[in-house]
């Protein structure tokens, strides 16, 4: 079935750049997602990728795509206090309707 | 630029009571999705509307209802309010499916004692 992993937390110090993993299951998407989810909010998009490309890069965000092992990363330079959030991944299903990840908790220590 | 709105923000039920969660957007979407979402499990879609009048299962329809009566409104009807239902509610709505991005609400935190 679909499934999107991701882990659950990751810790950096600030300035240092932070990259984010998730895997997906299903080869047919055509848009993978990142979404922020700042405390007390709903998700806000913060960048995807079409499926044809390998790399998008947007500011300080890059994300990379291996279709082959079906592996998406979000790599955010420079990290700011800012930063700290859930970040999701997802995947648009060949039902059409976005399958999430479980987020992974971004902590950015001073 | 209201965007999704949702209402209300906090609500503690009853077992066995029940509550319409509000959504309503300005955007003039076609879509509109139901999540919810519990810690460590990410956002589960209970219902959608690809447009006024037709609504759709998701993953976790069971004990919920919709009705999409306009296109600016969704709302999700919760009956015999369960433990199970403890959760944070998000309402999202998109301007077509597929690739297209979701906006979200700022989301619904019940709590079912």
């Known amino acids: 079935g679909e499934d999107v992993e991701q882990s659950l937390f990751l810790s950096v110090r600030e300035g240092d750049s932070s990259v984010i993993n998730c895997t997906y299951t299903?080869?047919?998407?055509?848009?993978l997602y990142w979404y922020k989810q700042e405390p007390g909010a709903g998700l806000q998009l913060l960048t995807y990728?079409?499926?044809?490309?390998d790399m998008k890069q947007d500011q300080r965000l890059t994300v990379l795509l291996n279709k082959k092992d079906k592996h998406l990363s979000l790599r955010i330079a420079d990290t700011q206090t800012g930063d700290s959030a859930i970040y999701f991944c997802?995947?648009?299903?060949?039902?059409?309707?976005?399958?999430f990840g479980q987020g992974t908790t971004l902590q950015v220590k001073p | 630029n209201a965007g999704v709105t949702q209402t209300p923000k906090f609500r503690i039920l009853k077992i066995g009571q029940s509550m319409t969660l509000q959504c309503t957007q300005d955007?003039?979407?076609?879509?509109m999705y139901w999540y919810r979402q519990d810690p460590g499990m990410g956002l589960k879609l209970i219902y959608y509307?690809?447009?006024?009048?037709?609504?759709d299962k998701g993953e976790v329809p069971n004990g919920y209802n919709v009705s999409r009566s306009t296109t600016e409104d969704f709302p999700l009807r919760l009956e015999l309010a369960a433990p199970s239902q403890t959760s944070v509610y998000f309402c999202?709505?998109?301007?077509?499916?597929?690739?297209?991005?979701?906006?979200f609400g700022n989301g619904t935190r019940l709590t079912v004692t």
């Open positions: 999202a709505s998109s301007y077509e499916g597929g690739g297209s991005p979701l906006h």
């Open positions: 299903d080869s047919s998407s055509t848009y």
């Open positions: 990728i079409f499926s044809n490309m």
């Open positions: 997802a995947e648009n299903s060949n039902t059409g309707k976005l399958i």
């Open positions: 955007m003039n979407h076609n879509y």
């Open positions: 509307s690809v447009g006024a009048g037709i609504t």
